[in-house]
């Protein structure tokens, strides 16, 4: 009689999970019921605040609490949508510190005294610089939720962020949402972070900040659509003081324009538009939409010199320069209605002849071109080889303008003895 085989046991233990690996229930309450407790104990003083938030860093898990913690020492406690502090129910425990931005003291000097409690505490746990900006882009989103004194508290404490380069002015997106907008909240919460920013840094690294972010063309965004026009941006910032945010606007607006030209100019030339209509287009960029001679005339240079695919040959790249550019002398002439125009479009020829080496012997029968044309005038001509002409190749150009200068001056020494001759 054959026995039946026996199953196979597993053998072995039963693993009883470690208390570090079990996952921690997620608790905003508790950490900010400890957070707010450690900041009573500091008595004011910020330097006891950051060495107590460094110590507790390797205590409570700040990775896991990063909003709560910096929702904390901007507004004293956990913030719900809309900017209201999260109460608890029968905790008996403090749900706001005093120790946060809302609270403190909104002297210049005081708050920049804040900021070195997010700085030290953001450069010893480096993890937590992306939850700062982020927590801070959300706080700017709740500002309705929050009194005038408040907001004017956290625009100063943003400028002085964005000023020692602790986040990106990414946040300011936040400042382009409809609720903010429509109520005014953005412009002036803008006219005071600028306002601090300018105390700190000059209005070129506030630029080239803005401008990296890609946010320095959005700035009239803040202005509710009806008042959305560069007047009345002009005037909300300049009866604030703060002319130069004004200026960085209007030559922001004047870059965007020169920009949409050039490439209208560019499409008209491609289609080979006529003369007439172009010379009408230029006449409005002038006229209507305030675009300066100089600005017109270099971006019909540009548009054109851009416009045709040029020979390698130096020899053959002038006679297609020429041929080219006297169809739209009629148009220059237009533009270039004084002597300032006019030098500017003579640097700007010596500035491409020297940039597009193929072009280097080609100033000179340019230039003569468009003095025969009456783009640029005999005085005008003179003045650059005496004294205005840009260091860009200046031998090669001088030498090559020697003889047609030569001429002019005679041309004009005989023209004033014939006129002395009838008198």
């Known amino acids: 009689?054959?026995?039946?085989?026996?199953?196979?046991?597993?053998?072995?233990?039963?693993?009883?999970?470690?208390?570090?690996?079990?996952?921690?229930?997620?608790?905003?309450?508790?950490?900010?019921?400890?957070?707010?407790?450690?900041?009573?104990?500091?008595?004011?003083?910020?330097?006891?605040?950051?060495r107590y938030l460094d110590r507790e860093g390797s205590k409570l898990n700040y990775r896991r609490y990063a909003e709560v913690l910096f929702d904390i020492l901007f507004?004293?406690?956990?913030?719900?949508?809309?900017?209201?502090?999260?109460?608890?129910?029968?905790?008996?425990?403090?749900?706001?510190?005093?120790?946060?931005?809302?609270?403190?003291?909104?002297?210049?000097?005081?708050l920049r005294n804040f900021y070195s409690v997010f700085y030290k505490l953001i450069r010893r746990y480096k993890y937590l610089e992306k939850a700062f900006e982020d927590d801070l882009k959300k706080i700017l989103m709740f500002q309705k939720g929050f009194s005038a004194d408040e907001r004017e508290k956290l625009a100063k404490i943003t400028g002085i962020i964005l000023a020692n380069g602790l986040c990106t002015p990414s946040i300011l997106l936040s400042l382009f949402e409809d609720h903010l907008v429509k109520e005014g909240i953005s412009v002036d919460f803008a006219a005071i972070m600028f306002s601090t920013w300018l105390k700190e840094k000059d209005i070129n690294a506030i630029c080239a900040a803005l401008k990296k972010q890609q946010i320095d063309a959005r700035l009239m965004e803040?202005?509710?659509?009806?008042?959305?026009?560069?007047?009345?941006?002009?005037?909300?910032?300049?009866?604030?003081?703060?002319?130069?945010?004004?200026?960085?606007?209007?030559?922001?607006?004047?870059?965007?324009?020169?920009?949409?030209?050039?490439?209208?100019?560019?499409?008209?030339?491609?289609?080979?538009?006529?003369?007439?209509?172009?010379?009408?287009?230029?006449?409005?960029?002038?006229?209507?939409?305030?675009?300066?001679?100089?600005?017109?005339?270099?971006?019909?240079?540009?548009?054109?010199?851009?416009?045709?695919?040029?020979?390698?040959?130096?020899?053959?790249?002038?006679?297609?320069?020429?041929k080219h550019l006297r169809q739209?002398?009629?148009?220059?002439?237009?533009?270039?209605?004084?002597?300032?125009?006019?030098?500017a479009l003579m640097l700007k020829v010596q500035e491409f002849c020297y940039e597009n080496m193929n072009f280097l012997k080609s100033f000179q029968k340019i230039i003569t071109l468009l003095y025969k044309d009456?783009?640029?005038?005999?005085?005008?001509?003179?003045?650059?080889?005496?004294?205005?002409?840009?260091?860009?190749?200046?031998?090669?150009?001088?030498e090559?303008?020697?003889k047609f200068v030569e001429w002019l001056q005679n041309a004009e020494e005989e023209s004033d003895e014939e006129e002395g001759d009838e008198d």
């Open 75 to 110: 507004a004293g406690g956990i913030l719900a949508p809309g900017g209201f502090i999260v109460e608890s129910v029968d905790s008996g425990k403090p749900v706001r510190s005093d120790i946060c931005v809302f609270r403190w003291d909104g002297e210049l000097d005081k």
């Open 328 to 343: 739209y002398c009629p148009l220059l002439k237009v533009t270039a209605r004084s002597a300032k125009s006019e030098l």
């Open 222 to 322: 803040m202005f509710p659509p009806n008042k959305r026009n560069q007047e009345n941006f002009a005037s909300f910032f300049r009866e604030r003081g703060l002319g130069a945010i004004a200026d960085m606007q209007t030559a922001q607006m004047a870059s965007k324009a020169k920009k949409e030209a050039q490439k209208n100019l560019a499409d008209m030339i491609k289609d080979e538009s006529s003369i007439p209509d172009m010379t009408e287009y230029v006449t409005d960029l002038l006229e209507k939409q305030g675009m300066s001679e100089t600005e017109v005339t270099i971006s019909i240079w540009n548009s054109v010199m851009a416009a045709v695919e040029w020979n390698k040959k130096e020899d053959l790249v002038a006679e297609q320069a020429l």
């Open 1 to 50: 009689m054959s026995q039946k085989a026996e199953k196979p046991q597993l053998s072995g233990t039963r693993l009883k999970t470690r208390k570090r690996d079990e996952k921690e229930k997620y608790d905003p309450t508790a950490f900010r019921d400890s957070i707010i407790a450690g900041l009573s104990e500091c008595g004011g003083d910020l330097d006891q605040v950051s």
């Open 374 to 398: 009456d783009v640029i005038s005999e005085d005008v001509i003179l003045k650059w080889y005496k004294d205005s002409h840009s260091s860009k190749g200046k031998s090669v150009f001088l």
């Open 400 to 402: 090559q303008m020697s």
